[in-house]
């Protein structure tokens, strides 16, 4: 909700004292507790002593946002119903109804901030956004086509197109319309959707994945996520030595993502280096304790040290996080015998 957060900057906080609402606070139902929560309380009882402020409902609405969008969208609407010429009310109210999934009112407040900003990129991007989610497929492709004809949403356009392909089925499409956008925005694409068109490629073993997944690393380089993608096409497509150096990179990242160390872990089991594997186990059920699949790995490997009372207590722990486990409880049995 990045552009509503830049241009409410300017709506002032109004605030009251809280005398004389005791009652009201206590008496409060369930459905509406998060407008007395102490962040909200003050503009809820400035709201009672000022119906008719709309800068107030908006305050209200962008602090709800996060936590109830339900209200958030009423609160939002509120201030379009009082001032219906302010952008921004109908945008928040379109933001708030695409996240609790009320598509068709998602459009309609949409269509209306357009009325007051013609030809805005943002509110023309969330509309179609809206309208693929309400599958109004040639309604979004025309909003897309538009967005199409300007340089600085050319990339938006065909993030939108290739949704509406990815919702027809139609994978080819998708991937041809995320590789017009990315190549041409470069550095400036979207993260999300670079990494949608490496995890399309990646499921093809398409070694286009690599650029793609390497171009998300760059874009958001605090994030183990396009390593680990990274590193599974390597294995996938049997290049393990890049795939080792990827899954370290990815820990280097983020020491506390277990995928990479169970990762490490299965490649060292193929290698029959136990003692290697082991130690990936170890690693990947410290940095996740519930994790079942450590548990259950780093028993196979005390099985293969010939611990095998460590290897029962471990077993056990991989059915209690994931109880249905068939391969953990067949051999827990087995070892019981």
Not at 34 to 54: K, M, R, W
Not at 68 to 75: F, I, R, V, Y
Not at 147 to 161: E, I, N, P, V, W
Not at 182 to 203: C, H, N, P, R, T
Request: charged share 25%.
């Amino acid at each position: 909700m990045k552009y509503l957060f830049l241009l409410s900057l300017s709506i002032p906080f109004f605030f009251s004292c809280q005398s004389g609402k005791t009652e009201e606070q206590t008496n409060h139902t369930d459905a509406d507790s998060a407008l007395y929560a102490p962040l909200v309380l003050p503009l809820t009882d400035s709201i009672t002593q000022f119906p008719d402020n709309e800068a107030l409902y908006f305050r209200r609405a962008l602090l709800l946002f996060n936590t109830d969008p339900a209200l958030a969208q009423k609160d939002f609407e509120k201030a379009a119903q009082l001032k219906p010429d302010v952008t921004d009310f109908w945008a928040g109210a379109g933001e708030a109804a695409l996240v609790v999934k009320d598509y068709p009112r998602s459009i309609a407040h949409f269509e209306r901030a357009l009325q007051t900003a013609p030809g805005y990129p943002y509110l023309q991007y969330q509309l179609a956004t809206a309208m693929i989610e309400n599958k109004q497929y040639k309604s979004a492709d025309s909003v897309a086509s538009i967005l199409g004809q300007s340089s600085g949403t050319h990339d938006k356009a065909f993030y939108l197109k290739a949704r509406i392909a990815e919702d027809n089925k139609d994978t080819t499409l998708a991937i041809s319309h995320l590789t017009t956008a990315i190549d041409k925005a470069g550095l400036q694409s979207d993260y999300s959707a670079v990494m949608e068109l490496g995890d399309l490629l990646l499921v093809r073993r398409s070694p286009a994945a690599v650029k793609y997944y390497k171009l998300a690393a760059r874009l958001d380089s605090v994030n183990s996520e396009p390593l680990i993608s990274l590193a599974q096409y390597y294995e996938m497509t049997g290049n393990y030595a890049e795939a080792v150096t990827t899954y370290n990179n990815s820990i280097t990242t983020d020491p506390d993502d277990e995928r990479a160390y169970l990762a490490l872990g299965r490649i060292n089991m193929k290698k029959k280096d136990i003692k290697e594997a082991f130690r990936y186990f170890d690693l990947a059920a410290k940095a996740s304790p519930a994790n079942a699949e450590a548990y259950y790995y780093r028993a196979q490997c005390y099985e293969s040290l010939g611990r095998k009372e460590d290897a029962i207590d471990d077993y056990v722990k991989a059915l209690t996080f994931k109880k249905d486990y068939p391969e953990a409880k067949a051999a827990l049995d087995k070892l019981k015998k």
